[in-house]
């Protein structure tokens, strides 16, 4: 069956600009996490959904983050006035609520910004 | 003090040699233990899941060691398939927690 998707695969942007990236999880997955990973460092959690609505929003480096999630599944991370710093793979990844426990993540969108 | 802790390596094998990897979490609260790899420039794919009694899969073998808080990989008769980083990954309640990996490099 169909995997994470994510789109798009590459952005490349101008600093101040707003970014939006978009997750389509595995259908039926009801969890669902945005992470980042900069260049040679480790992964980074960002914000978690269970189903709409968002318990942990701890990794959100700042204001200018934020993430929805529609109809318990798609969802779209929001950059605003995006910086160089923000520069990163940002990976989607989503569970079963089964005995797995396992995530498993998208291709990853990356994104530059000059 | 990171959450996660690895040797980040590179570690560079020969090919058929056994190689081990180790990791410390910070947190005892910590619920579920992950290997998972990721190839250069891809996504984390999951290997295995960690259980405290160790468990084998081909010729990777994982322990854990609740009390010392610490996570261990064992890869036999490594492959040249096998070149990756290895992520160490711990879960508290919904939140995956990683490590910075380890790379490995199996030389022919």
């Known amino acids: 069956g169909a995997g994470v998707s994510q789109s798009p695969s590459n952005k490349v942007t101008e600093k101040g600009k707003d970014v939006e990236l978009r997750c389509d999880p595995i259908s039926g997955h009801t969890a669902l996490y945005w992470y980042r990973q900069s260049l040679g460092q480790g992964l980074e959690f960002l914000i978690y959904?269970?189903?709409?609505?968002?318990?942990?929003k701890s990794g959100l480096p700042s204001d200018r983050f934020s993430a929805e999630r529609t109809g318990g599944s798609v969802s779209t991370l929001t950059i605003q006035r995006t910086q160089q710093e923000d520069s990163a793979v940002y990976l989607c990844?989503?569970?079963?609520?089964?005995?797995?426990?396992?995530?498993?993540f998208g291709p990853g969108t990356r994104l530059t910004v000059l | 003090r990171k959450e996660v802790e690895q040797d980040p390596g590179p570690f560079n094998v020969p090919e058929g040699a056994t190689v081990a990897f180790n990791c410390t979490y910070s947190?005892?609260?910590?619920?579920?233990f992950f290997w998972y790899r990721q190839d250069c420039r891809k996504e984390p794919k999951l290997l295995m899941s960690?259980?405290?009694s160790g468990n084998e899969d081909g010729r990777f073998t994982a322990q854990l060691n609740r009390a010392s808080q610490y996570i261990s990989l064992l890869i036999r008769d490594s492959k040249l398939s096998d070149s990756a980083t290895y992520l160490c990954?711990?879960?508290?309640?919904?939140?995956?927690?990683f490590g910075t990996g380890t790379r490995l490099t199996i030389i022919p």
């Open positions: 947190n005892s609260a910590s619920q579920s």
């Open positions: 990954v711990v879960r508290g309640n919904e939140k995956l927690t």
């Open positions: 960690v259980y405290s």
């Open positions: 990844a989503s569970r079963d609520r089964g005995p797995t426990d396992t995530q498993y």
């Open positions: 959904f269970q189903g709409n609505s968002a318990p942990d």
